[in-house]
């Protein structure tokens, strides 16, 4: 047997390569599983900065096997995302064996994040587990790989100063965006998005006192996503931007620039 992972991150990727990349993640593991004879099981731990798998191959690592599980698995996402198979297998960096252990270690305790010692991707490798647990094409390796991880996670918390830091992109931004809104009660703000960092976006921003958030989302999920959260979405975003103090976008360079586009006036 023989642990391998292949990793797209923020490292090298811009978010909107990342978010292309992605597309299709939920399914890409379960299909891995079954289409792949040599891959006995996989998790996908897929964020708004990383699109990471997890692969648990039949094969020794000095072997055609786990060459032959890589290009197959990245010929699957560039089915899946309508990207150039090239393309996908260019985007990702392959391990093997150890490797793999020292990277998800890293990863979940926020040693490889954006902002070190953030703590919201702890919780996205334990949910990551869950879901492969819960479609059944995870392994016993893969398993105890994962709730290794977490447990170091937590180690690092509470035995380090990073715990202390526990900061996130999402925190951070808003600490800097603070110096120029109204107190977070009367500020105003819009959510560009419905992924797992508009889920953080707007505890934070509850957290730090603002309610008046509405949400948009080009995609067409800003309904169920406001319906689930007690919030308001929005159809037309230009006229949500018309009265906000602060708009956050949680939707990769694309929605950077529709935000950017729709903020601008007309001729």
């Known amino acids: 047997m023989a642990l391998l992972?292949?990793?797209?991150?923020?490292?090298?990727?811009?978010?909107?390569?990342?978010?292309?990349?992605?597309?299709?993640?939920?399914?890409?593991?379960?299909s891995a599983v079954?289409?792949?004879?040599?891959?006995?099981?996989?998790?996908?731990?897929?964020?708004?900065?990383r699109f990471e798998l997890y692969l648990d191959v039949d094969a020794p690592l000095d072997g055609t096997g786990?060459?032959?599980?890589?290009?197959?698995?990245?010929?699957?996402?560039?089915?899946?995302?309508?990207?150039?198979?090239?393309?996908?297998?260019?985007?990702?960096?392959?391990?093997?064996?150890?490797?793999?252990?020292?990277?998800?270690?890293?990863?979940?305790?926020?040693?490889?994040?954006?902002?070190?010692?953030?703590?919201?991707?702890?919780?996205?490798?334990?949910?990551?587990?869950?879901?492969?647990?819960?479609d059944g094409v995870t392994s016993s390796t893969l398993e105890l790989l994962f709730q290794t991880a977490s447990r170091t996670s937590k180690k690092v918390s509470t035995q380090?100063?990073?715990?202390?830091?526990?900061?996130?992109?999402?925190?951070?931004?808003?600490?800097?965006?603070?110096?120029?809104?109204?107190?977070?009660?009367?500020?105003?703000?819009?959510l560009i998005g419905t992924g797992s960092y508009a889920g953080a976006s707007l505890a934070a921003l509850r957290a730090l006192g603002c309610d008046d958030v509405r949400v948009y989302s080009q995609s067409g999920r800003a309904e169920e996503f406001a319906a689930a959260r007690g919030v308001?979405?929005?159809?037309?975003?230009?006229?949500?931007?018309?009265?906000?103090?602060?708009v956050v976008s949680c939707s990769g360079a694309r929605g950077r620039a529709l935000a950017a586009d729709a903020a601008r006036p007309g001729p």
């Open 5 to 30: 992972s292949l990793t797209a991150s923020h490292h090298e990727l811009d978010l909107d390569a990342l978010e292309r990349l992605s597309t299709g993640a939920h399914s890409i593991g379960g």
């Open 66 to 134: 786990v060459q032959h599980a890589t290009e197959h698995v990245a010929r699957m996402v560039a089915e899946a995302s309508g990207v150039e198979v090239a393309e996908a297998l260019a985007s990702f960096r392959t391990r093997a064996g150890t490797e793999v252990a020292e990277h998800l270690f890293a990863v979940a305790s926020g040693l490889d994040s954006m902002v070190v010692g953030e703590r919201e991707i702890a919780g996205q490798v334990k949910r990551a587990l869950e879901t492969a647990h819960a």
């Open 160 to 190: 380090t100063t990073l715990g202390g830091a526990g900061r996130s992109v999402v925190a951070l931004g808003l600490d800097l965006a603070a110096a120029e809104l109204p107190p977070w009660p009367q500020v105003r703000a819009v």
């Open 34 to 49: 079954a289409a792949c004879d040599v891959i006995t099981g996989a998790v996908v731990l897929a964020t708004c900065n």
């Open 232 to 246: 308001e979405a929005v159809t037309d975003l230009v006229v949500a931007l018309e009265d906000a103090d602060l």
